[in-house]
């Protein structure tokens, strides 16, 4: 089993700025990927911002241009800078984690931290 747990959220004002970290623990063979989502009240989760071993980052429109994405490998650790916060930023921010528990699985398992509470105040 993997734990994520994020930390860093909070509440901000509008043109604020967070930063966001999750660290995974655990046994586990590699991590393939990470990432953040995010999910408001009344709305389905959606991807923030991801990135890959390799360095591959992915951002969803929304967000780009205001956050960056950026992983440490050696420490199993990804962080999301959110800057020039606004309102539509408030929601419930996940990390993801794509694991491959052992040499010998095909395939990758996703995990999910419980979660950190942004608000942007207007």
């Known amino acids: 089993q993997v734990q994520l747990v994020e930390s860093g959220g909070g509440l901000v004002q509008t043109g604020g700025s967070l930063r966001l970290s999750c660290a995974a623990s655990g046994i586990f063979f590699s991590i393939n990927g990470m990432g953040w989502y995010r999910q408001a009240p009344g709305k389905q989760r959606e991807l923030v911002a991801s990135?890959?071993?390799?360095?591959?980052?992915n951002y969803a429109d929304s967000v780009k241009g205001r956050f960056t994405i950026s992983g440490d490998n050696a420490k199993n650790q990804v962080y999301l800078q959110m800057s020039s916060l606004k309102p539509e930023d408030t929601a419930v921010y996940y990390c993801?984690?794509?694991?491959?528990?052992?040499?010998?699985?095909?395939?990758?398992?996703?995990?999910w931290g419980q979660g950190t509470q942004v608000t942007v105040s207007s």
């Open positions: 993801n984690a794509q694991v491959a528990p052992t040499a010998i699985v095909v395939g990758f398992i996703d995990y």
């Open positions: 990135i890959t071993r390799r360095g591959s980052i």
